[in-house]
């Protein structure tokens, strides 16, 4: 019985270290892998060309509308868990204590540009503090990260804050989870003049978030993706995103569907559905498709 006792213990020991491992930052090995993106919301055309390897993310190539590649993001792994995505000039690496990701740097040539300070509870991401070097602070062409979500994006480009890199020297971020999902994204960043403060609110459906735990060489997606802006470490899609600053001055909401025509819960047409501004009326775009490897 004792043998049978210890059995059983080390069978469940198993089982959650083995859990553990799949939900860890940096191991991204989805059942359902992308091969192909296509931009929509401006005429269809493939915007990205996914290529896996042992069940590893290798390389993703950007394409523009004429057919010619932007750029390419190769991936380096060490231990089977992601080390360096790279292009030309551009590189990020991730860094770990044991298998756990604890800090995140964005390099322009040899130039460090920014650093991600990670802190999980519970293999769950808590917190990310980001520190910007002085050179990128004063600015030096490199396409800095964009914490924000488009609704924001937007906002900004409608008024007088509107900085054409989003200045920022640092920034605090809070995650709170509902279950497998973030549902509150709280920011405090430090602006060369000011603090701003806001929450990003994240509703779901109950189907498969295909880039979970992706990452990308611009550290946008680390925070948001932009095809949807389902944050990028939970496991179902947004269907609403709602940001909001500290004062209630600002407020902002988007809303996306989701077709799934061939692979059961994985999307393969996104479409966002938003109220104008101006007209009040509500607008539906097809923004992107998706093809798999199963």
Known sequence: ?????????????????????????????????????????????????????????????????????????RYQYENGLLSRIETDDQHTDFEYDGKTLTTIKSYYGDQLM????ITLVKQKLSHISICKSAKSVAGTGFDVLRLFSPELDNYLSKSEEKREHYDYS??????TWEKD?????????????????????????????????????LLDHVLLNDEPQTFFCSANNAVGIYVTDSYDIFSEST???????????????????????????????LLYSYEYLF
């Not at 509703?203 to 498969?208: L, P, R, S």
């Open 1 to 73: 019985m004792k043998k049978l006792a210890l059995f059983c213990v080390t069978i469940v020991a198993i089982f959650a270290v083995s859990s553990c491992e799949k939900e860890n930052l940096g191991k991204f090995n989805p059942k359902g892998k992308i091969s192909k993106v296509y931009s929509e919301s401006d005429g269809h055309y493939l915007k990205e060309q996914w290529l896996w390897s042992d069940d590893q993310l290798r390389q993703v190539e950007y394409y523009r509308k004429n057919g010619a590649v932007d750029y390419t993001c």
């Open 255 to 285: 809303s996306f569907t989701y077709a799934y025509d061939y692979y059961k819960k994985y999307p393969t047409k996104v479409y966002s559905t938003s109220l104008d501004n101006e007209t009040f009326m509500e607008k539906k775009e």
């Open 114 to 117: 920014e650093t991600y300070s």
């Open 181 to 217: 999902n973030v549902k509150y994204m709280k920011m405090k960043i430090d602006r060369p003049d000011s603090v701003q403060n806001l929450t990003v609110t994240y509703v779901y459906d109950e189907n498969i978030n295909p880039k979970k735990n992706f990452f990308s060489l």
């Open 170 to 175: 640092t920034a605090e971020i809070d995650f």
